[in-house]
């Protein structure tokens, strides 16, 4: 029960320093401020809502024949606590061909898995965060290789439902 209460709190934690990190964000955005991502961070914008990006976010996953794990729902957890915050869920996954490589090279990696992403609905849409995998596995033994191969799954899955980015510094002909 207890691992249960520190896993509850732990999440609480990680969520308050997301919201905090979103309301900075847009905070700094308002006063043309721009806030830099950590360097092992990937963040996009979604075209669906909240619902709609979080079911099409599975879907992708189970199409790269991972299995979701977990969804904690932070929402509903920081309403625990007296905390009124807009959705925002945690989609936690794996694939045991990937377990397997840990087990192979590096076992102290295992401490890295599920893969997490987090959707959140903020005042400007609905976003999708996550770590680079290849940043998570680079110093791990016999890991790079996997964590990069990650990277291309993670991209595909937010890729199915990010908004198109702008051509920054393409000029038409």
């Keep these: 029960m207890s691992q249960h209460r520190n896993l509850l709190v732990c999440s609480i934690l990680a969520v308050a320093m997301l919201i905090v990190c979103a ?10 401020m721009k806030m830099e991502m950590p360097k092992d961070r990937a963040m996009v914008m979604s075209k669906y809502n909240f619902e ?17 794990l977990f969804t904690p ?3 509903e957890m920081l309403k625990m606590v007296g905390v009124q915050a807009k959705p925002m869920t945690t989609v936690e996954f ?7 490589l840990i087990f192979m090279n590096d076992m102290a990696a295992a401490i890295e898995v599920p893969i997490r ?18 940043e998570i596995f ?11 191969a990650l990277d291309g799954d993670l991209s595909d899955i937010v890729g199915s439902v990010a908004m198109p980015m702008p051509m920054e510094g393409k000029k038409g002909r």
């Design 73 to 75: 729902d932070h929402q």
């Design 23 to 32: 309301g900075l964000t847009a905070a700094q955005e308002k006063k043309g």
């Design 138 to 148: 680079k110093n791990y033994k016999g890991l790079a290789d996997m964590g990069k």
């Design 117 to 134: 992403i987090i959707v959140m609905d903020g005042d400007m849409g609905t976003m999708i965060t996550y770590r680079k995998p290849s």
């Design 52 to 68: 709609e990006t979080l079911s099409n976010i599975k879907r992708a996953i189970e199409g790269k024949e991972m299995m979701v």
């Design 94 to 100: 794996f694939h045991p061909r990937y377990g397997k």
